[in-house]
C-alpha cells in the first residue's frame, strides 16, 4: 500500500542536525523502517516542508516510522500528515463508478 505523508520542520531547526538524527537512528536499526520502501523523500528549497512517497503493508509500520523521528528530536517537526495514496490513474473509475451508484 502506498502511503504519502506531507510533513514540515520547525524554522528554528537546525537542519544540519538531520543527519545526526538519521545516523543515531540507523545506527539503533530504528531507520529505515524493516518492510518499508521509500520511494521518493522531497523537501523544499526554500522553506522546511517536504513530502514523502512510501510503500508499506501497514498502518504500524508507518507510525513506527514517524515515531522514532518524532522521539529522537522532540519539536523539530510541528507537522504531519499522512494518508494512503492511490494513482488518479485508479481513483478516477472508482469516482465514476460511486457517482453512478448515487444517481442511480
Do not use: C, H
Not at 504519502?4 to 520547525?10: A, G, K, S, V
Not at 538531520?18 to 520502501?37: F, H, R, T
Not at 498502518?59 to 517537526?77: C, D, F, N, T
Amino acid at each position: 500500500m502506498l502511503f504519502l505523508t506531507y510533513w514540515e520542520l520547525n524554522p528554528e531547526f537546525d537542519p544540519s542536525e538531520l543527519a545526526e538524527i538519521a545516523q543515531k537512528l540507523m545506527s539503533k536499526k530504528l531507520y529505515p523502517i524493516e518492510g518499508v520502501k521509500q520511494i521518493g523523500f522531497y523537501v523544499s528549497t526554500s522553506d522546511y516542508w517536504g513530502i514523502t512517497i512510501e510503500e508499506a503493508e501497514n498502518e504500524e509500520q508507518m507510525a513506527k516510522g514517524s515515531m522514532v523521528w518524532r522521539l529522537a528530536k522532540p519539536g523539530y517537526i510541528t507537522f504531519m500528515k499522512t494518508t494512503p495514496a492511490m494513482d488518479v490513474i485508479k481513483m478516477l473509475p472508482l469516482v465514476m463508478k460511486l457517482k453512478k451508484q448515487m444517481e442511480g
